[in-house]
């Protein structure tokens, strides 16, 4: 399944597929993205991430792609498992003077069916 | 990764009392950064706290509201003053952690879920 993190939305899939979360960043001058991973009760937990310069990048089990002709990324999650069940964010960054800026989308709840 | 440890976990407090939350890392860190997230949505940044300099506050977040402090390079502080019920959230610490991924990573605590009544 897939969904657009806009409006925290939920994705719901069975055990054993595999998902597909997609956000659409905002700043063209963005460089930098990643994904977290935030269960109930915890602080977000670090993904994976993809510098602008990049496409693709595999980690185990997931996939972050980068689409910057239509600012768009997606983490791909391969064989689902009740323990992916979370919200998830994907945040832009981007240079801001000396420091850095981290944008942050809305974030969508995955859902996973045993 | 950086291992950051916050406390308190939750708290339920009284309308116009303050609290701090503290936020101690196992590494030295030049930035340190605190957010605030209502249940459901996504996270919102309070301040970028540097050791040795005044934090610098976002848009709508004022010092006389969330005081903090950056004694070291390993702790900080954020009070949440006069509280009112509206500041019901949960509150995140974070540090730029260069060990992670292929960039500018991010670890966060595990935060502090406060309650106003």
């Known amino acids: 399944g897939e969904s657009v993190g806009l409006h925290l939305p939920t994705l719901s899939v069975q055990e054993g597929d595999n998902s597909i979360i997609n956000c659409a960043y905002s700043?063209?001058?963005?460089?930098?993205f990643i994904w977290y991973k935030q269960e109930s009760g915890k602080g977000p937990q670090f993904i994976i991430d993809i510098r602008s310069n990049m496409d693709k990048r595999q980690g185990q089990r997931v996939t972050v792609l980068l689409n910057k002709t239509v600012k768009h990324l997606s983490l791909q999650i391969a064989a689902t498992q009740p323990g992916d069940s979370a919200v998830y964010f994907c945040a832009e960054s981007l240079a801001a003077g000396n420091n850095r800026k981290l944008i942050w989308g809305l974030g969508t709840s995955l859902a996973v069916n045993p | 990764s950086a291992v950051i440890s916050q406390k308190p976990s939750r708290d339920i407090c009284q309308r116009g009392t303050s609290l701090t939350i503290q936020c101690q890392v196992d590494?030295?860190?030049?930035?340190m950064f605190w957010y605030r997230q209502q249940p459901g949505q996504s996270l919102t940044l309070i301040a970028t706290?540097?050791?040795?300099?005044?934090?610098?506050?976002e848009s709508g977040f004022v010092i006389d509201k969330f005081p903090i402090s950056r004694p070291n390079l390993t702790f900080s502080t954020l009070t949440v003053s006069n509280m009112s019920p509206e500041d019901s959230s949960i509150y995140l610490c974070?540090?730029?952690?260069?060990?992670?991924?292929?960039?500018?990573?991010?670890?966060f605590g595990s935060g502090t879920r406060l309650t106003v009544v």
């Open positions: 974070s540090v730029e952690d260069l060990s992670t991924g292929v960039g500018y990573g991010y670890t």
């Open positions: 700043n063209s001058a963005s460089d930098y």
């Open positions: 590494s030295q860190v030049t930035m």
């Open positions: 706290a540097n050791q040795g300099s005044e934090a610098t506050y």
